[in-house]
């Protein structure tokens, strides 16, 4: 009976009972979260009109701003990157010296 006892003690893994039980509660939130949001809506795109599900309408939304924020955030990396390389061969041009003024020859 003890061997039992220490084989479960050794084996019980609660870290992946919390995992599961937290992906059990997110699923059940999504579930929830599409049948509340299931009612037809009019979008209006100014030269026609679609009816579509809500749920459809906040999902693609929340598509094209992930989309959007990682194009943004691509091109704020970009010009970072090319002030930096401009900054930085600005300041190795200004230490260096010529070499005929360096050695005093004027």
Known sequence: MAS??????RNWQPRLWITLGLLILIG???IAF???N???TSINFIF???TT???WVIIL???AGLIGGMLLSQLHRRRQDRAGAASEAASR???ETPESIADGDS
Request: net charge negative; no cysteine; proline share 0%.
């Open 4 to 9: 039992q006892k220490d084989d479960f003690e």
């Open 28 to 30: 059940a939130y999504l």
């Open 34 to 36: 599409i049948a509340g």
């Open 38 to 40: 299931n009612d037809k």
């Open 48 to 50: 026609g009109e679609a």
């Open 53 to 55: 599900s809500l749920i």
């Open 61 to 63: 939304s929340a598509i």
């Open 93 to 95: 041009a200004s230490v």
